[in-house]
Each structure stands twice: as structure tokens, then as C-alpha cells.
């Protein structure tokens, strides 16, 4: 099923994916993981974005993020999947295209919806069976987000800032509210537009967005290309 094409909305979070070609490993130890963070961190400084939650899983990535001008998330993406790219085939002894097709985008109601994006990103560990808990998931912000630890690459985002006055307060709602896990329903509601790359939340907001134009920056198609998407 073909992807449609992106929305770029300055000031709106967006559910970014990328995944590995073929269904293979892009990240094969925590070395592998922490050049991947360093480039993000790197890339976040001159992109003009700020990441609000992510996971790092065998063969691919979730991120969301904020892009707060025309074209920030494309640079975002551009340079962390090239550098990263370059590296992992330097050292893993292969060549070609590293991942499949061009990255997932959907744009965020951050009313609600956030929070949504926010838990099915940090609950991705525990649907693939890897972890029975989101904190036994050394590679996703949800530490951070429970206060536990802190990230240096990560910014809270307004909504989330609303879940209490304290960081303590803040971390206790958060686990409370990963913890109620998401129903079927919903699951299956983000994944579809995420996959789409269609915007995430109330019907307005959908109808709304539903025709903005198309993120055609020169950085939109940094990967190989595009394939069927799989089940992220």
C-alpha cells in the first residue's frame, strides 16, 4: 500500500518512523545506539526541532518531534539516516541503501493526542515481547519521561508539562498513564495513520490537515525507495 504523501506543519508534533530494509537489524549493540543518539543530538541543535519521546528497536525507529519551520524535520531526518547510514555500513562491512523507502510522518493534535503518540512510542518494547515493562527498555525516553532519568536530547512538550507542577508529579502521572497500556481500537487507529502518514486526532483536526500541502523539500526522500510498509 503506497504511503501518501507527508505534511510539514511548522509548531505541530509529529510521529516520525523509519525502518531497516528487508526487515533487517540496523542496530546490532548498544554501540550501535548510542552513535545513532549522538547523531540525533547533534542534528537536533541545527534543525530547529525539539524530540519529545523515542524508542530505538532492532530494525527501527520511532521518534516524536516538533519542527518549528518549513523543512526542520526533513533536515532532521536527512541528517541522522545519512550519517547513521555511512557509519553502519562502514562498520558492519556493507553497502546500499540502509533503510526502506522514505521516513512515516503524521502530524499531531496535541490536545490529547500527544500523550497517545507519546505512550504507543514507549510501549513499542513491550508489544514486539521484548519487555514485560516500558522501564526495562534501557533505549526509549520513557526513564525520562517517568523521571527516573534525565536526557539531554529530550524536551517536554506543553502537554505533557500539564500532567503536574513537579517533575515528581509529572513522572508518577506519566507511568500511571503507560501503565493503562492502549486498547485495540485506538492501537490500530495510530498505526493506520501513522502508516499513511496522515494526521493524528480529533475529526476536525483530520478534515482540517487532511489537504495541506505536501512536505517537498529536497531532503523528503533520503532513503531508498519506497516499499509496501510494514507493521511498525
Not at 545519512?82 to 562491512?93: G, K, T, V
Not at 523521571?147 to 508529579?169: I, K, N, S, V, W
Not at 490537515?209 to 525507495?225: C, E, K, L, W
Amino acid at each position: 500500500m503506497p504511503r501518501t504523501a507527508r505534511l510539514d506543519v511548522p509548531g505541530l508534533p509529529r510521529h516520525l518512523g523509519v525502518r531497516a530494509i528487508n526487515g533487517m537489524a540496523c542496530f546490532t549493540s548498544d554501540l550501535d545506539r548510542n552513535v545513532f543518539m549522538k547523531y540525533l543530538r547533534e542534528a537536533l541543535v541545527g534543525a530547529d526541532c525539539h524530540l519529545h519521546a523515542f524508542v530505538l528497536m532492532s530494525n527501527h525507529v520511532h521518534l516524536l518531534a516538533t519542527g518549528h519551520r518549513k523543512g526542520a524535520v526533513s533536515e532532521l531526518m536527512h541528517s541522522v539516516g545519512m550519517r547513521y547510514a555511512r557509519y553502519f555500513n562502514r562498520y558492519s562491512d556493507r553497502t546500499g541503501p540502509l533503510f526502506e523507502g522514505r521516513y512515516w510522518s503524521s502530524i499531531i493534535e496535541s490536545k490529547r493526542y500527544l500523550l497517545e503518540a507519546m505512550r504507543y512510542i514507549e510501549l513499542n518494547p513491550v508489544r514486539a515481547g521484548i519487555v514485560e515493562g516500558p522501564g526495562r527498555y534501557s533505549w526509549s525516553s520513557y526513564a525520562h519521561n517517568t523521571a527516573r532519568d534525565r536526557r539531554e536530547e529530550l524536551t517536554f512538550h506543553a502537554e505533557y508539562l500539564g500532567l503536574g507542577a513537579t517533575p515528581a508529579e509529572r513522572g508518577r502521572a506519566w507511568a500511571d498513564l503507560v501503565a493503562q497500556g492502549i486498547g485495540p481500537d485506538e492501537l490500530e487507529r495510530i498505526r493506520n495513520r501513522f502508516i499513511r502518514n496522515r494526521p493524528l486526532g480529533s475529526g476536525g483536526f483530520e478534515k482540517r490537515f487532511g489537504d495541506v500541502s505536501a512536505d517537498t523539500s529536497p531532503n523528503s526522500a533520503i532513503f531508498s525507495r519506497s516499499r509496501p510498509p510494514s507493521r511498525p
